[in-house]
């Protein structure tokens, strides 16, 4: 039985923790034996708790972890693996630490964010962010020394060959995209939907802020369903921008850290989901177009890429242009266009899914084996 270690910056809420949990979880049925690593004890999405993944960490003190990140790992007493799924630019570094110690180990990068150190307050990623031509020779290290590098979209990819000069490392480099996504019954999809557009994402996006021009034009209740850090400053400082609104009497709701359930009826009956805000991917929009929540999305996301020409032209918005997100949203909404949007969403989802994801990873894995 081959051991798989997946390798994530924290446990919470978020669309790679998602990955990395799902993609745990399912291996076991497949008769991989799996682990996961997170670099930090941070707050643990219940998601974890819900799949059963028993979790390791290099840090089980999370300010400490976050201050010494990228410069120590505690990883001496990390079981030896067969594969390593190494998650962005941290994973990469204990993945390929863990390589040197044991030489046939097959390292899997999927890089999310180039160029992007995701832990906040980290020594390390400061000195990465001031120096930014040392983070990009790092980084085309962690992709020539893995065995396949995976991204969540073209867009990603685009990125990643302007980031860096590929000639000879491209063909190690394959689209994955995160449908990890299930989607509902055809006879699920809810026909009448409840009066509210829906904003699922990170707190702290860009996207939020965005929504909030959107807000102070449009009557339309809203539900914003996601996590942010307490002591983020972003996370606050956007919350305090929406109670500004609702003193100004809109309607808007907040559900923080929803479970699975909570969201899939959150998508399921909603007028619309909105993030008017670049995601290289945006694993939310596509499981709102599993439940049969007709999306309105940035152009420049990976998402648009799974959908065709004619929904493409619809739904995926120049995300600075608010006059036309409002225009857009008024259009659905005063024309009762929910229902038969949102079942051309489902249907892209009938081949954008779980089990076309995990089809294409066990492919991935049993050639590195081989």
């Known amino acids: 039985m081959d051991k798989v270690l997946s390798i994530v910056h924290n446990t919470q809420p978020g669309g790679v923790q998602r990955i990395s949990a799902m993609e745990t979880s399912i291996l076991r049925k497949f008769n991989y034996e799996t682990f996961l690593l997170s670099i930090l004890k941070s707050h643990k999405w219940t998601l974890f708790d819900e799949l059963d993944i028993p979790l390791t960490y290099t840090f089980n003190n999370e300010v400490f972890g976050r201050l010494l990140s990228g410069l120590f790992f505690n990883i001496s007493s990390i079981a030896e693996p067969d594969i390593i799924i190494a998650h962005n630019n941290p994973g990469a570094q204990i993945a390929l630490r863990l390589k ?71 063909k190690k480099i394959e689209v994955l995209y995160p449908t990890l996504n299930v989607p509902v019954a055809e006879r699920s999809l809810v026909r009448k939907k409840k009066n509210y557009m829906l904003a699922v994402g990170r707190i702290d996006h860009e996207a ?7 807000m102070k034009r449009v009557d339309i209740p809203l539900v914003i369903a996601g ?23 809109k309607d808007i709701r907040f559900v923080f850290s929803p ?50 020409p004619r929904l493409q032209n619809e739904l995926c918005l120049d995300k600075n242009n608010t006059d036309l997100w409002i225009e857009r949203i008024t259009e659905v909404v005063e024309n009762n266009r929910s229902y038969d949007l949102g079942k051309s969403c489902w249907s892209v989802t009938q081949k954008y899914n779980r089990d076309e994801h995990i089809t294409k990873l066990l492919k991935i894995l049993k050639d590195l084996i081989e």
């Open 227 to 249: 996590y942010g850090h307490p002591y983020n400053p972003t996370f606050r400082r956007i919350i305090l921008f929406f109670e500004l609104l609702k003193r100004k009497k």
């Open 259 to 308: 479970s699975d359930r909570q969201l899939l009826e959150l998508y399921r009956d909603a007028l619309l989901f909105v993030y008017p805000g670049h995601e290289n991917f945006n694993m939310s929009a596509v499981e709102a177009m599993s439940a049969g929540c007709p999306v309105l999305v940035a152009d420049t996301s990976g998402v648009c890429e799974i959908m065709p």
């Open 100 to 170: 040197r110690r044991k030489k046939n180990v097959a390292v899997v990068l999927y890089l999310h964010d180039s160029l992007v150190y995701p832990i906040a307050g980290s020594f390390f990623g400061e000195f990465l962010r001031f120096f930014p031509e040392i983070f990009r020779k790092l980084e085309l290290k962690y992709i020539k020394e893995s065995d396949i590098v995976l991204v969540n979209s073209v867009f990603s990819l685009d990125r990643i060959m302007k980031n860096h000069d590929l000639t000879d490392s491209c």
């Open 208 to 214: 939020f802020y965005n929504v909030y021009e959107i």
